[in-house]
């Protein structure tokens, strides 16, 4: 297979964006990516975008076609991808695919997901949960994060203000984002006087119903080194799947099929969780990002909350975590969001985290996951 | 809730009828057609246990708005006595009288109304034993 590049990034805002409708979502971030790699949208081979519901959020299907047309790419290959929140991984993977396999040179890998727009977007999200067996009994997904809050706390000791101490850092890392959604800090008392939303977990402990697009350019290393601009390479990509319904899984404490997904990145890669110097993980609440830390192998079981609440995981500890806000302040538009997290690793590794810069990071990890861990992408990308 | 997808879970949700694999004695909930385990197609119908205990459970206090009018209430993942588990609601008890090892026994319920042109909607939850 080809080494394969990222050679541009491209995103919109994340927000209640209500005045920009799904379609000019997408085709403000494929203009942003092409500007930022310079390269000109003709020599655009294929698109793949991540997104979760458009049906449900928008009424709208058939959304590679309408997308790629409303961007100015009418005519070429274009596949929308789906897997619930990890649509952007997934995505991203299918382009890394195309690039890796000599198929096409220049691929769009992007995400897009309009949350606003009159829909109910605790019915449209828990889609993504088992309909029959876990919504049908009034199962939403802050009540499958909060079970598994409720396993690990119960297993592990994990505390209330464990679980606070992830919003407030991430917060403050949003707050040095321009394109968050929530880019103000918030105190440990917000977190925990805040209004329950499914028990232990509050509002501030669930990320937020947001709009956004991202997309990146992806093409063969050597087409990268003749551009001449700073790239990236994708060194790993891992995705695993499991059962989407949470009672169907051992250990209600954990996310395997994070760690599955990790396991063949870091093969590939040949790098382990000590050479990674930056990392976003899929934090759609406060608890998942403890659990997602542990399964990708940055600390043992029930050993994240006491890294975070040291400062560890916060812009200035040893591994910088959510550097971007994560989805809790930066905002999570379903499927936009593996994408995105791909572009604050890709900004870390080239210098452009301005105002929240990890000094000298040259690996760094996107881990992305659908449900309550039916499926999970995760990518280590390294710049040269 | 449209009535062809209704009908179809009637034995699971009414009955607790699993599905038990002739091959490696698996015991699926609700039945499938191919064996997670061993992959065999083959199965015989089995009857859940009634009784179990909560592994892990949470308090809905902003639930989806066709549960709107049964809120707060606990869902809960509930272990069966043969080991298979399920997710329900834990009806008739105060959020606090439910943790960790809370034994319950699954009852016959209606769940929830559905809309006016939707069939009511049953099957099981728990309580309290």
Not at chain 1, 160 to 184: I, M, S
Request: proline share 4%; hydrophobic share 40%; glycine share 10%.
């Amino acid at each position: 297979m080809r080494e394969v590049a990222v050679i541009g990034t491209g995103m919109t805002k994340f927000g209640e964006l209500w005045d920009s409708p799904l379609r000019d979502l997408y085709a403000e971030a494929v203009a942003d990516c092409l500007k930022d790699a310079g390269v000109k949208r003709d020599q655009i081979q294929s698109a793949w975008i991540g997104c979760m519901t458009s049906g449900l959020f928008n009424g709208q299907e058939h959304l590679a076609s309408i997308l790629t047309d409303y961007a100015g790419l009418s005519g070429i290959a274009a596949t929308r991808v789906e897997s619930a929140c990890a649509s952007g991984g997934a995505a991203f993977r299918a382009g890394w695919l195309e690039v890796a396999s000599g198929a096409s040179d220049f691929v769009l890998a992007g995400g897009v997901e309009k949350m606003n727009d009159g829909a109910d977007a605790t019915y449209c999200l828990s889609t993504a949960a088992d309909q029959e067996y876990e919504v049908y009994h009034g199962v939403t997904f802050p009540g499958l994060y909060a079970m598994i809050a409720k396993a690990h706390m119960h297993k592990h000791g994990t505390t209330r203000e464990d679980l606070a101490a992830v919003a407030v850092k991430n917060h403050k890392h949003g707050a040095r984002n321009p394109r968050a959604q929530f880019p103000t800090e918030i105190t440990m008392d917000t977190v925990l006087n805040a209004v329950t939303v499914s028990t232990p977990l509050g509002l501030f402990d669930c990320s937020p119903v947001s709009d956004g697009a991202a997309t990146v350019l992806l093409a063969p290393v050597e087409v990268a080194e003749d551009l001449g601009r700073p790239y990236v390479t994708v060194k790993g990509s891992g995705h695993a799947t499991d059962s989407i319904a949470l009672h169907d899984r051992s250990d209600l404490a954990s996310i395997p099929v994070v760690k599955k997904a990790a396991e063949k990145a870091y093969a590939m890669a040949g790098v382990g969780p000590k050479d990674i110097d930056v990392v976003e993980v899929h934090d759609c609440f406060t608890i998942a990002e403890l659990v997602c830390l542990e399964e990708l192998g940055f600390f043992e079981p029930g050993q994240a909350a006491a890294a975070t609440k040291a400062g560890t995981t916060a812009l200035g500890g040893d591994l910088p975590v959510n550097t971007s806000g994560g989805l809790k302040s930066k905002g999570h538009p379903v499927g936009a969001t593996g994408i995105a997290q791909i572009i604050e690793i890709v900004e870390q590794l080239t210098g452009r985290a301005e105002g929240r810069q990890v000094e000298g990071a040259k690996i760094g990890l996107a881990q992305n996951m659908g449900g309550s861990g039916g499926s999970s992408t995760v990518h280590i990308l390294e710049v040269s | 809730m449209l009535s062809p997808r209704y009908h179809r879970e009637i034995p699971q949700r009414y009955r607790l009828e699993a599905g038990k694999c002739t091959g490696c004695g698996k015991i699926h909930f609700p039945p499938r057609s191919v064996c997670k385990e061993c992959g065999g197609r083959a199965f015989e119908m089995e009857k859940l246990p009634s009784k179990g205990k909560v592994l892990t459970c949470t308090t809905v206090e902003i639930p989806p708005a066709e549960f709107d009018d049964q809120k707060p209430y606990v869902n809960a993942i509930v272990e069966l006595e043969n080991g298979v588990r399920l997710t329900c609601m834990v009806a008739e008890a105060p959020p606090d009288e439910v943790d960790v090892g809370t034994e319950v026994e699954l009852v016959f319920r209606r769940l929830r109304c559905g809309r006016e042109w939707e069939v009511l909607q049953y099957g099981y939850k728990a309580v309290v034993v």
